[in-house]
C-alpha cells in the first residue's frame, strides 16, 4: 500500500516513510491511494482489540518494514480498555479516555511511538519530535514516547490555555522530553511546528519529525475504534451507529470517515464543535474561511483552522458531496456547563467538557436515534470547570494520579520556532 499527498506533488511513499516524514515535501498530508475493505474481515473469530486493530491495519502495512510487527505494535499500544457504555435505550458512549493520559490522543500517540521507535532502530536514525498542543495532544505524545530510544520530544503549549492538569501532563517527564510554554495562542504553536518543518537545515540537523494528528501513524491506528465500536453496536442493537465525534483539529473524525469508506457499519458521522465555528460556517456558506481560534472551556477544541480538514477536502472535493456526508454543530461555553449539569443530575454520568458537546448535539438533533456520543477525555483532566458544575469531587483515575504527582519543568519561549533549536 502506498499513501499520497493530499496535494498531489509530492512522490508516493509507504507507511513508516509516511510515518516518519510527517508532512509530505509538497506540504500535504499523507492519505491512502486507495482504501481496503472490511468486507472480508473475520469479526465473530476476533477475540481482542489489539487482534482487531491488526487486522484492520494490515493491509495499509503490506510491503512496509514494519509489516511483521504490526501485531506487536498493536499489542503495545492498545493496553487498556475501549469499552461502549450504554446510557439509555439505544443511546451510547465509546469511552476513550482509559488510556496513561485519559484521552483518546493515547492511542494515536502509543500507535506512532511504537512504530517510530522501530523504524529509527532499523534505519539507525535519531529523532527530533516537535509538537504543537491546545491541551491533550501534548500530555499524550510525552507519555507514549517518554524514554524510548533515540527520540527526543520538543512539546508547545499555549501559554494560560492548558488547565492545571494538562499542563502537569506535559512537562512531568524530562529525561527525553522538552515542554516549551508559548506567548501566544495554539494556532500560533502549530505555525511555529510548520514553520521550522519548512526551514530545511534545521530539519536535517534535527531529524524533525512531527506527532501531531496530521502524523498518519496517529490518524490510522484512530479508525480501529470506529470500526471496533461500529460492529459492536449493530451486534448489540442490530442497527448502524450515527457517531457525535467533539472536534477540534477534525483528526478524530477524519479516522471516522476513513473507517465508514472502508464499510464499517455506520450511519453517520456528526461533528460537534465549541465556539470554533469554522466548519459549521463553511457547511452553511460553502466558502471554507480559516479563523483566528477563540478561547473556550472545551479547550482541546480551539481550533480556528483544523489540520485535518484537508484530508476531508481529499475524501469529499466538493461542498455537495461534503454536505451528504459531514454535518456540524457548535455548542457555546454556557450550553457546555448547561450540558454537564443536567447529564449528571438525570443520570449520574460524569462529562468532560468537550464530550459535553457532543451529548448536547444528541440531545438537541438525535435524541431518539441509535447514537454513540464519542467521549474524548476523562472529566478529571478539567476538573476546575466540571466540578463546581456538579457540585462534587470527580475522582481521579489511578493512571492520571500518578502523573499528577511527578515534578514538573518547562522553558518559556516566543513565537519564533528558532528559539527552539539552540
Ligand atoms: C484533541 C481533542 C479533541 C479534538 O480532536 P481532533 O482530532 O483534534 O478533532 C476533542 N476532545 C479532546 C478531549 C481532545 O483532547
Known amino acids: 500500500m502506498k499513501f499520497v499527498s493530499t496535494r498531489k506533488k509530492a512522490p508516493a511513499v509507504s507507511v513508516s516513510q509516511a510515518i516518519i516524514q510527517g508532512l509530505a515535501v509538497d506540504g500535504g498530508l499523507y492519505v491512502p491511494e486507495s482504501f481496503p475493505s472490511l468486507a ?110 533515540n527520540i527526543e520530544v520538543k512539546v508547545l503549549f499555549p501559554k494560560g490555555r492548558v488547565s492545571k492538569r494538562q499542563q502537569q501532563q506535559l512537562t512531568c517527564w524530562g529525561n527525553n522530553i522538552q515542554a516549551y510554554e508559548v506567548d501566544g495562542s495554539f494556532d500560533d504553536c502549530q505555525k511555529m511546528v510548520k514553520d521550522a518543518f519548512m526551514d530545511q537545515a534545521v530539519t536535517r540537523e534535527w531529524g524533525l519529525s512531527s506527532a501531531n494528528s496530521i502524523n498518519l501513524g496517529r490518524l490510522l491506528p484512530q479508525s480501529v475504534y470506529y470500526v471496533y465500536a461500529s460492529y459492536l453496536y449493530q451486534q448489540a442493537y442490530g442497527k448502524k451507529p450515527i457517531f457525535i465525534i467533539p472536534s477540534g483539529n477534525v483528526g478524530n473524525s477524519c479516522a471516522a470517515y476513513w473507517a465508514l469508506t472502508m464499510g464499517s457499519p455506520i450511519e453517520r458521522i456528526i461533528l460537534s464543535v465549541n465556539k470554533n465555528r ?66 449528571y443530575a438525570q443520570t449520574g454520568y460524569i462529562l468532560c467538557p468537550h ?42 483515575p489511578e493512571n492520571l494520579e500518578k502523573l499528577l504527582n511527578m515534578p514538573s519543568s518547562f522553558k518559556q519561549i516566543g513565537c519564533d520556532y528558532r528559539q527552539l533549536f539552540v
Open 40 to 149: 472480508t474481515l473475520p469479526v465473530g473469530e476476533i477475540s481482542s482489540y489489539p487482534e482487531l486493530a491488526y487486522e484492520v491495519l494490515s493491509p495499509f502495512f503490506e510491503g512496509d518494514i514494519l509489516a511483521e510487527d504490526l501485531a506487536q505494535i498493536c499489542v503495545d499500544a492498545f493496553n487498556f480498555p475501549v469499552p461502549l457504555v450504554p446510557i439509555q435505550g439505544e443511546q451510547t458512549v465509546l469511552e476513550l479516555f482509559h488510556g496513561p493520559t485519559a484521552a483518546f490522543k493515547d492511542f494515536g500517540a502509543r500507535f506512532l511511538a511504537s512504530s517510530m521507535e522501530r523504524i529509527i532502530e532499523r534505519q539507525k536514525q535519531k529523532l527530533t519530535i516537535l509538537v504543537a498542543t491546545s491541551g491533550d495532544t501534548g500530555g499524550a505524545v510525552a507519555a507514549a514516547f517518554a524514554n524510548r530510544r
Open 278 to 343: 469554522t466548519i459549521p460556517d463553511y457547511l452553511i456558506s460553502g466558502t471554507y474561511e480559516k479563523r483566528d481560534s477563540v478561547a473556550t472551556l472545551a479547550n482541546a477544541m480551539d481550533v480556528g483552522n483544523p489540520s485535518n480538514m484537508e484530508r476531508l477536502f481529499n475524501l469529499y472535493p466538493d461542498i455537495q458531496t461534503m454536505r451528504s456526508m459531514v454535518s456540524a454543530y457548535s455548542v457555546d461555553d454556557r450550553t457546555i456547563e448547561q450540558t454537564i449539569k443536567e447529564v
Open 355 to 396: 464530550t459535553a458537546t457532543g451529548e448536547r448535539v444528541r440531545r438537541d438533533h438525535f435524541a431518539d436515534q441509535p447514537t454513540i456520543v464519542v467521549s474524548t477525555a476523562h472529566p478529571a483532566k478539567f476538573e476546575q470547570v466540571v466540578e463546581p458544575l456538579i457540585g462534587t469531587s470527580v475522582e481521579v
